[in-house]
């Protein structure tokens, strides 16, 4: 059996930095995941890219309400513990602009009273990141967005 020489050897695609499932499709749903913890926003991203999403990560409220105000996003997924503007202001501040984007919390903020407040801002939907699969926020944003 001949060896392969160098113009006769086939070569393996060389790996990419994102898989084709992490790219999303043209025309995808749009997220915008608010989270100042990183591997949390990292593995949700993953999981969304992977569901056919394209996804932007803000690691603060400051920079979700810029960008929030320069991009459309069918849903908002929003930590309510951040620096510089919390996830009760960043709603408030999306409210006063008369913005109806859908808001689901990503919290470790359990007490009624937090549910409450940020139901009575717009949010659609209440998780407490500690009790909550990844799965079961993804099979919610697919049935808002």
Not at 9 to 21: F, G, I, L, V
């Amino acid at each position: 059996m001949p060896t392969p020489n160098k113009d006769t050897e086939k070569k393996a695609p060389r790996p990419t930095t994102e898989s084709a499932a992490a790219k999303p499709a043209k025309g995808a749903k749009k997220i915008l995941i608010v989270e100042d913890e990183r591997p949390l926003a990292h593995a949700l991203e993953l999981k969304f890219r992977h569901e056919g999403y394209d996804t932007h990560i803000a690691m603060d409220g400051v920079e979700a309400l810029e960008e929030a105000k320069k991009n459309h996003y069918d849903v908002i997924l929003l930590d309510l513990i951040m620096p510089r503007m919390d996830g009760f202001s960043f709603m408030q501040e999306l409210k006063d602009q008369k913005q109806n984007t859908p808001i689901i919390i990503l919290s470790n903020l359990g007490q009624d009273e937090d549910r409450q407040r940020a139901k009575d801002l717009g949010a659609l939907e209440y998780y407490v990141k500690s009790n909550t699969p990844i799965i079961d926020i993804v099979k919610r944003v697919s049935s808002v967005a």
